[in-house]
């Protein structure tokens, strides 16, 4: 432990003076205030709780005369309990909202949940014991409704918790399974149709077995463990001219694919025109090889030696002729094409590529391009919606299909494909390998491109509006902007439909003689009022009569055997996309959020789906900015290893236990909201985070030191009436201590401003704690100290204390209040002696004429020799000459200069106070010539090199002359007084 440290406790006037047996402790001006040191955090934040948050944001709301800030609030899934990423969303976005607030805006902050989707469906038919297969679709609809909002007062309660400032009445939050929202939803999507970019379409998407439904690419995850097994198998080629002359004996295509299962709904083998192909010879007996050039070697270990028999390019193979795999057990089927296609490449594989059109996209559009799609050549596909084989496998692979039927294409059916191939000779090798896959994001579990009958929305149509929208949006980190526009520019079309009962319809009515859906504007504004008026659920409940327009309406025919409703809903990511619906825009254009901060999943989730929908929907000539003016994204949080939270590996730190504390109370204290809204605070949010027990114990102690600054201001500077009866003191008449304590307090204010506008937490709460710790705690309080309790009540000195004293309260209170809102209302409670908020009372920021460089520089100069001192005094107390720093004198011996000093000037000039900046019972200056003979019983001495020139003084630590005055405990009482010359003068008044 330093001296400065030891020295925090030397004159702890508050013990020292508050007994029964010291004669003059009523005459010293001891510490008082009701302010607790430790106080209960639950008691604490449930006592000021309404007050700044649903009081104090239907307060803020209500002064229209403000300029208004929006921060958007993405909605969080209504599902469990809050997890540490919600905390750390919903406080990020609190402190911005609050810091908005104290600089006098009105806040539109709405919070809102997610209702729709299958981790509520799934959950509504576990708590029923039933599956979804089992109950009618408004039995799974009304369980889910209760279940979502059962998880969303769950939630309401915990958010609360945190002290999130917001009004959380059902009336004034959002649900997107309002009926409100549903609406507006859907007159979004019926702008979108009016605008010509929805339409439905039979093609290859993602689809999950597991949900048995269509996703969207912002519903995967990537993993890079799973395992598949990949086949080599063999096509039989028929004749190309090139190879004619060669050999009598067959010629194979090789083709590798990770997939075996869709071989059986292969219409094509793909090569690029612009590669090499080979023909190989392997043996005498068995048949020909063709591969690309460049992947001979690399397929030795499957081939085996081989020889080139002829080369060609692959534009001399497009247009051959080849036999289905499955031919040798299913005879007659119709001999297929190879096609040209620049995605094939001879990087890894074979250089051939068998195509599937109905399980691949790029597939699919090279079909698409060449002209091959047609309803009379349908693509084939024999996947259910289970992810399945149906019977129609049966057509390409014959007898032996019966029994792929019923089983899964990525288990079960895979494996027997592989089993059928190898039978008929068509298997040259199978392998497991490891490889990125995609997987359901909801249900964790693998998923397949299969072709399904899905709504889509044409995103190409609006790319370039979209992008040109962002370029007047801020993004921070900066970096994030190219994500979001690598998203947007990676996709051409959006897959709005999913499977699920759960869900805000697609109103499209199906004609069911021709198989066609009808989605036009005249027949969503019919049904879109249907629905408004009966409700959300008609569509399921009501009779198709009700839904179809009279245009549509055919004569002697009747509606129902006409006309079926679509079973279709909508993408939750298309639900919680239109959130900016409920904003108000200007003339007409998208509404703007100031703000919009979420995780950083989102460039891929609701940041993209925002910005598409409202572009979508908007007239072309309104598409010029995006519904948010500011994108913030975050980081995970992970454990304070850097690892990712999880139940199995049991560091899941849950916000609720840091609030309310753990089933053990010493490993899991009660912590409460500051304590984690601290944390946030300090964090890098726009990088992953890391928390654990011994990050949340550092919070605390950020905490308790910031609380011990202001216990020790609000017990020095009086109540509001000895405060409004004391004089202020103006800069001129302050000291050079407390100029500099006043300019550290600007700067410490124009750092947290600037941190706040950038949205720079960290740097708010470092510079706070920085000037707490060390201006305040390690400087300023310790050398104001006997000033403050022995000095008289209306002396200029003690005046000029109390008048910084205050001014720091107060603005750091301001500081810290979006922060730690609790603390700073029981501050601002205990200062200012109301029950109003902190935060109705405007942050007004302090006069530049407080930027005092010269103040800044000088006082540098003096603690650089301050810590000369100190180190002189550790000396003399760890050889125990002194056990108070009060008991020792330092001389300054200044050497004989050539020139002037301007720091022996400003000694000169601070000579009264550096006996206070050393807190020792005297300091003077000494010119080395005047030193004198006397020999003191001890001597310590150093030196310290003057600033301004070569030379160096002397630091001469020696004991006290004079006594120790029995009041302040100063040793500068004459043998002869009572009292020294300072409490004579204040006793005697």
């Given amino acids: 432990?330093?001296?400065?440290?030891?020295?925090?406790?030397?004159?702890?006037?508050?013990?020292?003076?508050?007994?029964?047996?010291?004669?003059?402790?009523?005459?010293?001006?001891?510490?008082?205030?009701?302010?607790?040191?430790?106080?209960?955090?639950?008691?604490?934040?449930?006592?000021?709780?309404?007050?700044?948050?649903?009081?104090?944001?239907?307060?803020?709301?209500?002064?229209?005369?403000?300029?208004?800030?929006?921060?958007?609030?993405?909605?969080?899934?209504?599902?469990?309990?809050?997890?540490?990423?919600?905390?750390?969303?919903?406080?990020?976005?609190?402190?911005?909202?609050?810091?908005?607030?104290?600089?006098?805006?009105?806040?539109?902050?709405?919070?809102?949940?997610?209702?729709?989707?299958?981790?509520?469906?799934?959950?509504?038919?576990?708590e029923l014991g039933q599956d979804s297969t089992s109950l009618p679709p408004l039995a799974i609809r009304d369980a889910a409704h209760k279940t979502a909002l059962r998880e969303v007062n769950t939630q309401r309660e915990q958010f609360q918790r945190l002290g999130i400032m917001a009004d959380w009445s059902e009336e004034s939050t959002y649900r997107t399974i309002d009926h409100s929202y549903q609406m507006r939803q859907l007159r979004v999507f019926s702008d979108m149709v009016a605008n010509g970019l929805i339409y439905r379409h039979y093609r290859p998407v993602h689809f999950s077995p597991s949900s048995r439904s269509a996703l969207a690419e912002a519903e995967l995850v990537y993993k890079d463990d799973h395992v598949s097994h990949s086949v080599f198998v063999t096509f039989e080629l028929h004749g190309i001219p090139a190879f004619r002359d060669i050999e009598t004996r067959p010629i194979q295509l090789l083709v590798w694919t990770t997939t075996p299962w869709t071989l059986t709904a292969n219409m094509a083998i793909a090569v690029h025109p612009d590669i090499q192909y080979v023909l190989l010879r392997r043996t005498e007996s068995l048949p020909l090889v063709v591969v690309a050039k460049e992947r001979v070697e690399a397929l030795h270990g499957i081939l085996g030696t081989t020889e080139i028999v002829a080369e060609i390019p692959g534009s001399e193979l497009v247009g051959a002729s080849y036999s289905p795999i499955f031919t040798p057990i299913c005879p007659g089927l119709p001999p297929l094409k190879i096609i040209p296609a620049f995605h094939v490449t001879a990087a890894s594989g074979t250089g051939l590529v068998h195509c599937a059109p109905a399980h691949g996209?790029?597939?699919?559009?090279?079909?698409?391009?060449?002209?091959?799609?047609?309803?009379?050549?349908?693509?084939?596909?024999?996947?259910?919606?289970?992810?399945?084989?149906?019977?129609?496998?049966?057509?390409?692979?014959?007898?032996?299909?019966?029994?792929?039927?019923?089983?899964?294409?990525?288990?079960?059916?895979?494996?027997?494909?592989?089993?059928?191939?190898?039978?008929?000779?068509?298997?040259?090798?199978?392998?497991?390998?490891?490889?990125?896959?995609?997987?359901?994001?909801?249900?964790?579990?693998?998923?397949?491109?299969?072709?399904?009958s899905q709504w889509f929305a044409n995103l190409d149509d609006i790319k370039a509006d979209s992008l040109k929208a962002l370029d007047g949006v801020s993004f921070f980190p900066p970096i994030s902007r190219g994500r979001l526009t690598a998203f947007i520019q990676l996709r051409s079309e959006w897959c709005i439909s999913r499977q699920r009962v759960w869900g805000l319809p697609i109103p499209a009515l199906h004609h069911i003689p021709t198989d066609t859906a009808v989605l036009d504007s005249s027949t969503l504004e019919h049904i879109l009022r249907v629905l408004d008026e009966k409700g959300i659920d008609h569509w399921w409940e009501g009779p198709v009569e009700e839904f179809v327009p009279p245009a549509l309406r055919e004569e002697g025919t009747v509606v129902g055997d006409v006309w079926r409703k679509g079973t279709d809903t909508m993408d939750v990511w298309f639900d919680s996309g239109t959130a900016w619906s409920m904003l108000q825009g200007e003339d007409g254009g998208i509404p703007q959020a100031d703000v919009c901060l979420e995780g950083s999943d989102q460039h891929r989730g609701w940041f993209q789906s925002q910005l598409l929908t409202a572009i979508a929907s908007s007239p072309s000539e309104k598409r010029d900015s995006a519904p948010y003016k500011a994108l913030i994204t975050h980081g995970m949080v992970l454990d304070q290893t850097g690892k990712k939270m999880s139940k199995s590996l049991g560091n899941v730190v849950s916000p609720m236990t840091v609030v309310n504390g753990g089933s053990n109370a010493k490993k899991e204290p009660v912590y409460g909201a500051d304590v984690l809204r601290f944390w946030v605070g300090t964090v890098d949010y726009w990088n992953d985070t890391f928390l654990g027990p011994v990050v949340l114990s550092q919070a605390a102690e950020g905490v308790r030191k910031i609380r011990n600054s202001a216990r020790f201001i609000l017990g020095n500077v009086g109540n509001v009436q000895t405060r409004a009866s004391m004089k202020k003191v103006v800069q001129e008449d302050m000291g050079l201590a407390e100029r500099y304590v006043m300019h550290e307090l600007y700067a410490l204010e124009q750092t947290a401003l600037e941190g706040y506008n950038q949205y720079n937490f960290a740097k708010v709460v470092a510079a706070l704690n920085n000037f707490a710790n060390i201006t305040l705690s390690s400087l300023y309080f310790d050398i104001s100290k006997d000033g403050l309790y022995a000095n008289a009540l209306d002396s200029l000195e003690r005046r000029a204390v109390v008048t910084v004293l205050e001014q720091v309260l107060t603005t750091m209170n301001f500081i810290m209040a979006p922060v730690v809102p609790h603390l700073a209302e029981e501050i601002h409670e205990a200062f200012n002696e109301t029950q109003e908020s902190v935060f109705k009372k405007e942050w007004k920021t302090l006069d530049s004429e407080w930027h005092d460089p010269q103040a800044n520089e000088e006082m540098k100069s003096l603690l650089q020799l301050r810590t000369a001192v100190l180190g002189g005094l550790e000396k003399a107390r760890t050889d125990k000459k002194i056990k108070s720093s009060l008991e020792a004198e330092v001389e300054l011996l200044l050497p004989e200069l050539e020139g002037p000093s301007a720091f022996v000037e400003l000694l000169k000039r601070e000579e009264s106070f550096l006996k206070t900046l050393f807190i020792t019972s005297d300091a003077a200056l000494i010119d080395e010539g005047d030193l004198g003979s006397e020999a003191p019983e001890w001597v310590y001495l150093s030196t310290s090199r003057i600033p301004d020139c070569e030379e160096e003084l002397t630091v001469r630590i020696r004991p006290a002359r004079l006594e120790k005055c029995p009041r302040c405990w100063t040793f500068t009482r004459e043998v002869e007084e009572v009292l020294c010359p300072r409490c004579t003068g204040v006793v005697a008044v």
């Avoid at 809050?82 to 750390?88: D, K, P, Q, R, V």
Wanted: aromatic letters at 8%; one cysteine or more.
């Fill in 1 to 126: 432990m330093n001296l400065a440290t030891k020295c925090r406790s030397r004159i702890n006037h508050a013990r020292r003076y508050s007994t029964d047996n010291h004669a003059f402790a009523a005459s010293l001006l001891l510490p008082k205030t009701s302010f607790a040191l430790r106080p209960n955090p639950t008691e604490l934040e449930a006592r000021f709780r309404d007050r700044t948050c649903t009081q104090l944001y239907q307060w803020q709301s209500k002064n229209v005369q403000r300029p208004q800030f929006v921060l958007h609030d993405g909605p969080p899934y209504a599902n469990g309990d809050l997890h540490m990423g919600h905390a750390l969303n919903k406080i990020l976005k609190d402190i911005i909202n609050r810091f908005n607030l104290s600089r006098g805006r009105r806040v539109q902050y709405i919070p809102g949940w997610d209702c729709h989707g299958l981790p509520i469906e799934n959950k509504a038919l576990h």
């Fill in 361 to 452: 996209a790029e597939d699919y559009n090279a079909f698409r391009d060449l002209g091959l799609l047609s309803k009379q050549e349908p693509i084939i596909c024999h996947v259910g919606d289970a992810g399945e084989f149906t019977s129609a496998v049966s057509d390409t692979v014959g007898v032996s299909g019966r029994a792929l039927v019923g089983e899964s294409v990525l288990e079960g059916g895979s494996r027997k494909v592989v089993e059928i191939l190898k039978e008929i000779g068509a298997l040259v090798k199978i392998q497991r390998i490891k490889h990125r896959y995609p997987y359901d994001w909801r249900t964790n579990k693998p998923i397949i491109v299969t072709a399904t």
